[in-house]
């Protein structure tokens, strides 16, 4: 059963283009989880999302971020006009829902620089 | 807000010491989780525990939740390089697993 997989790995733009980042949960896992990592700090909440709905999106920067996990395919973690401050490590996860909602597998992740 | 805090920030040991790594919140967790995160990866989970009091043991590392739920110890016997990451506490700030907020992190480096 393959994990959380996430592409692209590492991600360069140059300041104000778009940036889009994938991630394909585990066979069966209908939640997805989008965080962000800034060198040397912990993971910050992004977005939560079930197949077709954005459950929580509280911690998604009101303008220029988006995301999406539509009914096929992956989900999408869209950055618009990036900024040098959008560079960082952006985490994926998935969880089966029901019993095991509070468990959640990570993929490896996608680096963004922004030059 | 929660916060969640851990302590120590950085720690390097010699292969075969014994080490705990502390996790505190301002609030009581729904439920905690203890991941490992290696460079250049995603975090993996450790364990998951809910109930105050509660102690789980994985091969040599052994998980505490405090009675109040407020607060929660790793401690891991015979330290071995394969041991060297990241250490992050989680809660998942509600019953329904919607929102999860993570501590800054122990990270652990391990000598041989």
């Known amino acids: 059963n393959a994990g959380v997989m996430q592409n692209p790995r590492h991600l360069v733009r140059r300041r104000g283009q778009e940036a889009r980042l994938r991630c394909s949960p585990m066979k069966g896992h209908s939640h997805v989880y989008w965080y962000r990592q800034l060198p040397e700090e912990g993971l910050k909440f992004m977005v939560y999302l079930q197949k077709e709905n954005i459950i929580d999106e509280s911690g998604m920067p009101k303008e220029r971020f988006s995301a999406e996990f539509p009914k096929e395919g992956p989900s999408i973690l869209r950055i618009q006009q990036v900024v040098r401050g959008d560079s960082a490590a952006y985490f994926c996860?998935?969880?089966?829902?029901?019993?095991?909602?509070?468990?959640?597998?990570f993929g490896p992740g996608t680096r963004l620089t922004v030059t | 807000t929660q916060l969640l805090e851990q302590s120590p920030q950085f720690l390097s040991i010699q292969e075969g010491e014994n080490l705990t790594v502390y996790c505190n919140s301002s609030?009581?967790?729904?439920?905690l989780q203890w991941y490992r995160q290696e460079p250049g990866e995603g975090p993996v989970l450790l364990v998951t525990?809910?109930?105050?009091?509660e102690v789980k043991k994985l091969k040599r590392l052994t998980f505490q939740f405090g009675d109040a739920r407020k607060d929660s110890s790793l401690h891991i016997t015979a330290a071995q390089p394969g041991d060297t990451g990241l250490y992050l506490c989680?809660?998942?700030?509600?019953?329904?697993?919607?929102?999860?907020?993570f501590g800054p992190g122990t990270r652990l480096s391990v000598l041989p």
């Open positions: 525990v809910v109930t105050g009091g």
């Open positions: 989680a809660d998942s700030r509600d019953n329904y697993g919607q929102n999860f907020v």
């Open positions: 609030s009581v967790f729904s439920s």
């Open positions: 996860a998935s969880s089966p829902g029901g019993g095991s909602l509070y468990e959640q597998y």
